[in-house]
């Protein structure tokens, strides 16, 4: 047992009398309320799922395992020489709640390499898909395809306790963590460098054998270290994650569970917003011209945006008051690493000018700017341009703290979830209205 598995299963053995206890001695005490414009509005803010793996704080923005994002980054081990950390030592975080030791980190490295290694059927269905396919589609089916390897599948179909369906869980996260970065690459190399394919690394980390079998040069691993863990999870709420969590709920194995997460993630209110803001500042920047605006020019421009009815892409979020950290982090990144690229620059213009105006507008709860409004420019920059990839790249990232919920799913023996429903007159009843 590998250390980063002994570690979890004490962890999870201590963990099972919390839940256990609170079902038991405090099941009936409530915990929120719904209201009908939450019954018919998607559920928002509804209060019904758990997970101890991360938590959206309103103020000091997502928490991955307690620790805000600056915390994350400083505590975990980073590769000689590079200023974020790795991938696998935030793994062993998501999956324990303890910080790694290098050592550790290390180990899990190591462990990733070898498990990598992507079945060539896995690679003949994706040739054989047209060319045309959207990478979401192939990303998707080569996650689906490889179910027949689920380790949980075999050992349920034998028979196994249900205090032990998370160590085979457990072993499908790891291999799905080890190569689904080996295959985004592949697909990207394959659908738009000319099919010319890079193999794996022999030596170098999660983060930068993506950026190697990418063929893209350094500082793009730094970037994907800090891409894949600031978009590895955002509570269980979301589309992606409740959809995994949901599917898995029905004792589905993490193959089956994570492609249907990933079928939520390409829907264009999910995972399509990085694109969308790219594609939005790329017109701005036709309409000016190409030229760098002053403020007052932004300004102007914001204002009769706003005027026509439109909204700013990027900025705004349901539940941060403050600027997104995730954003934040990768504009650091970028006044370092990229501060004369032009569209990093209209960014910056729109950073300076727009939480006032939306302040002065009176409209948006959070005038700030999100992830997603810094996330594709950085892609752009490095000259990963093919806008219908980049949700590919989230789906990578979103995977860590997805299949890390699984696995924990299914310690604790969460049961199948099935809400009830009321119908439309129901609610009117509810209501008090009358024809």
């Known amino acids: 047992m590998s250390s980063l598995m002994d570690r979890l299963a004490g962890k999870i053995e201590a963990h099972r ?46 928490r991955f395992r307690g620790h805000t994002i600056p915390e994350t980054l400083e505590a975990l081990p980073k590769p000689a020489g590079k200023e974020y950390p790795y991938v696998e030592g935030h793994i062993f975080l998501l999956l324990t709640g303890d910080f790694p030791t290098e050592e550790e980190t290390l180990e899990l490295v190591e462990e ?73 690459a592949y697909i990207y190399r394959m659908k738009y460098k000319a099919d010319t394919i890079i193999e794996p690394h022999p030596t170098l980390d999660m983060g930068g054998n993506f950026a190697y079998m990418m063929g893209v040069a350094e500082p793009y691993d730094d970037l994907m270290r800090l891409y894949f863990i600031l978009h590895s999870d955002h509570e269980s709420g979301n589309a992606s994650a409740h959809t995994g ?47 760098v605006p002053t403020d007052d020019e932004m300004k102007k421009f914001v204002w009769d945006t706003l005027n026509s009815g439109q909204v700013i892409p990027g900025f705004g979020h349901a539940v941060l008051r403050k600027t997104d950290p995730r954003y934040m982090e990768q ?37 700030w700017p999100n992830v997603d409004a810094q996330s594709g420019v950085c892609q752009w920059y490095y000259g990963v341009t093919d806008y219908d990839f980049y949700t590919v790249l989230f789906g990578v990232g979103r995977g860590l703290g997805v299949l890390a919920n699984l696995v924990w799913d299914r310690a604790l023996g969460y049961p199948l979830e099935r809400p009830k429903s009321l119908t439309t007159a129901m609610l009117e009843d509810v209501a008090g209205i009358k024809e």
């Open 17 to 62: 009398p919390r839940t256990v206890r609170l079902i038991k001695e405090y099941g009936s005490v409530k915990c929120g309320e719904v209201t009908i414009a939450q019954a018919i509005g998607g559920m928002r803010s509804v209060r019904s799922l758990v997970t101890d793996i991360s938590y959206l704080d309103p103020h000091e923005g997502i």
């Open 331 to 367: 504009r650091n990144f970028c006044i370092k690493n990229l501060p004369n690229d032009p569209i990093f620059e209209y960014v910056n213009s729109l950073f300076n000018v727009v939480p006032d105006i939306l302040r002065e507008q009176g409209k948006a709860k959070n005038p």
């Open 112 to 184: 990733f390499k070898v498990r990598r290694a992507v079945p060539q059927y896995v690679i003949d269905v994706m040739r054989a898909m047209p060319r045309d396919t959207h990478p979401m589609t192939m990303f998707a089916t080569a996650v689906l395809i490889m179910q027949r390897e689920s380790e949980f599948k075999a050992a349920y179909e034998k028979g196994i306790s249900k205090m032990e369906m998370w160590k085979p869980m457990y072993e499908d996260a790891m291999n799905l963590w080890a190569r689904m970065p080996v295959i985004a």
């Open 245 to 291: 969590h949901l599917v898995a709920s029905t004792l589905s194995d993490a193959y089956y569970a994570y492609s249907a997460a990933l079928d939520a993630l390409a829907g264009p209110l999910h995972g399509l917003a990085n694109q969308e803001v790219l594609r939005w500042i790329q017109g701005v920047m036709d309409k000016m011209g190409g030229e």
